[in-house]
């Protein structure tokens, strides 16, 4: 049996996590600020993967360095498997992921921008261990993707499913700018312009707010897995309060131990 997935998500830059809605970022604090609010780590009982974004727009090669050192502070209690991603360019920017603790990495602009970049990196990694992010909103009726942290408007998410055909790569992710930080459920009319054919897993992020949510995005039969980056409504219980809510619908989750069916 193949499990549905309920992931968390981490928006790293310049040394501290942040926020957002609509793409507008809020910075909460760093990672020590995370371990000693949340208990971070325990946290990651709950859930069935990790990512971990670095959102800067064009970090430095000492960012870039604090970043990896944060994450790998992070894995020190976390044991589920992580992907981390943010400005990758290149196979050596994915190395450089692999190197620091990253069962996958997450791709974004480059799925537009340059696919030999990412067929290469597909070859030598593997293409299970490469993921694709794909941020979109709604103007006038149709679902355009956008680039640059929201801010490049490109082609209509119709028009990507085909692009990306060209690539050989594990799972990819809408995510939804619209709904992004909202907390009022996830893009679910979105889910009606995947095409019938597409074969990887699709996983949705935008707009969880509460466990019912998760639960009608896992219901459907073209969604693999949910991702939320709410820190305040899924940290401490939250995302233990969230599986147990899908476990109890009948969704098909593992079950971890301290879940209460």
Request: proline residues 2%; hydrophobic residues 40%.
């Amino acid at each position: 049996m193949i499990f549905k997935r309920i992931i968390y998500a981490l928006l790293y830059s310049r040394g501290d996590f942040f926020l957002s809605r609509n793409f507008r970022l809020q910075k909460v604090g760093d990672v020590k600020w995370l371990k000693n609010n949340f208990g971070f780590g325990e946290t990651c009982n709950s859930i069935d993967e990790l990512i971990i974004i670095l959102v800067s727009k064009n970090p430095d090669k000492r960012e870039i360095s604090n970043y990896f050192d944060d994450v790998n502070n992070l894995r020190e209690k976390i044991f589920v498997p992580i992907t981390l991603g943010g400005g990758i360019r290149n196979s050596l920017d994915a190395k450089s992921c692999f190197e620091n603790g990253a069962d996958k990495i997450l791709i974004n602009k480059i799925a537009q921008s340059d696919l030999s970049e990412c067929k290469k990196i597909s070859q030598i990694f593997g293409k299970q261990a490469l993921s694709i992010m794909v941020d979109y909103k709604k103007i006038n009726q149709t679902n355009y993707t956008f680039l640059d942290a929201g801010e490049k408007k490109s082609i209509s998410l119709s028009d990507y499913f085909e692009k990306i055909k060209k690539i050989e790569f594990g799972e990819l992710i809408l995510n939804s700018i619209d709904k992004d930080g909202t907390a009022a459920g996830f893009d679910y009319e979105s889910i009606s312009l995947i095409p019938k054919n597409f074969k990887n897993p699709i996983l949705m992020m935008g707009g969880a707010g509460k466990p019912e949510h998760f639960t009608k995005v896992l219901s459907s039969k073209k969604i693999s897995g949910a991702i939320t980056a709410n820190l305040f409504n899924f940290l401490g219980s939250g995302l233990m309060k969230a599986r147990d809510y899908s476990l109890k619908k009948d969704i098909e989750l593992n079950k971890f131990e301290g879940i209460n069916i």
